[in-house]
């Protein structure tokens, strides 16, 4: 029976269940009290036990929507103290985090801190920074008709919130939304990866410790059960993962009328111009395509420059590698693996498009891919149909700068689109003429670390946005709110019947716009 636990808690299941779990060592702090628990085993214990099968969700999803109704979460002091929970979290075990990252995907120290330690406490700062200034009415401008009325707009949290979680950055990718869904003022249910397991163990045992449990939960599971999850109602989702799995998300919050963030992903186009240093170009496409050994939603996917570039593109690529990871990648303890099984053989198929220039030796018992060039690839190929997320950077040939934008156009909607040129013009034509979830000229990743940019993707890259303040305004309801007085029903004479074509000429003055699109009913 798999059973992750933080402290022993109430569930909705036989008295005899219950009685296991409190004589199973899991007794504790009763502040605690908690269950974070994989459902088909719930159902499973049930059923040895004789009784019928249950649903294992229902009871603390309404436990979480019974605080958010009793406004357990609405307070600034509450959702403050929340947000340094997760501070003290990400501060007591990072130790224990980075080895699970390690565990995970042989992730360095060095990444795990720059991509999932620091960005996730610098997100946890920046609300608790903003946190109060955030949550204020904002009020805005009037028409002559609401000239002594107070307008403004209320951010009220949605209520209860769920997170689903993939496994490439297992812990940035949970934390970064979560601070912005408690910052609102949700109670949220979070559904990490079961895939990144040692991340998935931290985040079920541990985190639970540093949040008011009684509007927070984890939920564990597969497919099966983050299906059974998704057939409940909740107020708010935010999935991050494939298109495929997005749709399938997609379609079960449109049965609940459920608004949505769906963070994706795609074939990130990365065009080099010909007026460009090669090694500088190589040494940064280098640094984030290999990146999380290339798993990576923003990570390039491929390359798009003319065949003389790609000439002096290769070897540069070549010199960048080694000194990055050595003669030999395999040894390097900078370089991480793939996630899986299932991954390793998706990613050793795709060897074979192409003719490899660089790299392409594999290991099956390290899971480990070299870091990889394929030149002369050709549209059709799989390497070109589907994103790769794996340490493999397809280079393809284009004639110019309008053949290469429109190899971009006719393709699906990036998350992430790069140009390295010398030539501003040319950045900024590949700007102006293409679109996408995100843009950086001359580099990749570093848009990411502007918590004042929002990210997300567009089409079928995504849709929603989230970091910094863009996380709050995603976890909030904007509500329109008008405040008018109850006397002075003399001026409101003029919009009753029975209507003259002096009183709507008068009207109408009333109604014009002073700065805003403001309308009166």
Same mark, same amino acid.
């Given at each position: 029976?798999?059973?992750?636990? @933080? ?16 004589? !199973? ?40 929507? &019974? ?12 959702? @403050? ?45 920046? $609300? ?5 200034? %955030? ?15 107070? !307008? ?14 993939? %496994? ?34 931290? /985040? ?25 999850? /998704? ?9 991050? =993962? ?11 919050? $449109? ?52 065949? &003389? ?10 010199? @960048? ?14 370089? =991480? ?17 192409? +003719? ?9 018992? &390290?899971?480990? #891919? ?17 994103? #790769? ?14 053949? @290469? ?5 006719? *393709? ?6 790069? $140009? ?6 040319? #950045?900024?034509?590949? /700007? ?51 405040? +008018? ?28 716009? *002073? ?7």
């Amino acid at each position: 029976m798999r059973l992750h636990t @933080a402290e022993p808690c109430e569930v909705a299941v036989a008295a005899d269940f219950v009685l296991w779990l409190r004589n !199973a060592r899991l007794s504790g702090d009763q502040s605690l009290l908690q269950l974070v628990f994989h459902p088909q085993d719930a159902q499973e214990c049930c059923r040895e036990k004789g009784q019928g099968r249950m649903d294992s969700f229902e009871d603390k999803l309404q436990q979480l929507r &019974e605080a958010f109704n009793a406004g357990r979460t609405r307070s600034a002091e509450f959702r @403050a103290a929340q947000l340094q929970g997760l501070s003290h979290f990400l501060r007591d075990n990072k130790q224990q985090l980075q080895e699970a990252l390690a565990q995970d995907l042989h992730k360095s120290a060095f990444e795990s801190e720059v991509s999932e330690i620091a960005i996730s406490q610098a997100e946890v700062d920046l $609300a608790l920074r903003n946190l109060r200034s %955030w949550m204020k009415d904002e009020k805005v401008s009037k028409n002559l008709a609401t000239q002594l009325d107070s !307008a403004f707009i209320r951010k009220e949290p949605f209520g209860l919130v769920l997170i689903i979680v993939p %496994w490439n950055y297992p812990l940035n990718l949970t934390l970064v939304p979560l601070v912005g869904a408690i910052a609102a003022g949700n109670c949220v249910v979070l559904k990490p990866s079961e895939i990144s397991k040692a991340t998935e163990k931290i /985040l079920a045992e541990v985190l639970p410790r540093y949040l008011d449990q009684s509007c927070f939960a984890v939920v564990l599971g597969g497919p099966q059960e983050t299906g059974q999850l /998704l057939e409940h109602r909740f107020d708010y989702i935010f999935f991050t =993962g494939n298109t495929y799995v997005g749709k399938i998300v997609m379609a079960a919050a $449109a049965k609940h009328l459920t608004p949505i963030t769906l963070e994706l992903g795609g074939k990130n186009p990365c065009y080099v111009d010909d007026n460009c240093d090669p090694q500088t170009v190589a040494n940064r496409v280098a640094w984030f395509r290999y990146f999380n050994a290339g798993q990576t939603c923003v990570a390039p996917d491929y390359v798009l420059c003319s065949q &003389e570039m790609q000439e002096r593109l290769v070897p540069a690529l070549q010199n @960048a590698i080694t000194r990055f990871y050595g003669d030999n990648p395999q040894t390097s303890p900078n370089l =991480g693996r793939i996630i899986n099984q299932k991954h390793f053989e998706r990613l050793q198929g795709l060897l074979g498009c192409g +003719r490899v220039a660089i790299g392409g030796q594999s290991d099956e018992g &390290e899971r480990y #891919i070299a870091p990889t060039v394929l030149v002369d690839v050709q549209e059709t190929e799989p390497v070109m149909q589907e994103e #790769i997320f794996g340490p493999i950077l397809p280079l393809v040939t284009v004639t110019n700068l309008d053949e @290469a934008i429109e190899f971009i156009n006719r *393709r699906e909607k990036p998350l992430a689109l790069y $140009a390295f040129s010398k030539r501003s013009q040319v #950045i900024k034509q590949v /700007l102006a003429r293409t679109s996408s979830g995100g843009f950086c000229g001359n580099d990749g990743f570093m848009h990411m670390t502007l918590s004042s940019l929002p990210f997300g993707g567009v089409g079928t890259s995504g849709m929603g946005r989230y970091h910094g303040k863009f996380s709050f305004d995603t976890f909030s309801n904007q509500r329109a709110c008008l405040l +008018r007085s109850p006397g002075m029903e003399k001026i409101n004479d003029l919009r009753y019947p029975p209507y003259t074509s002096r009183n709507l000429r008068v009207l109408l003055v009333a109604m014009e716009k *002073r700065c805003c699109s403001c309308t009166l009913l």
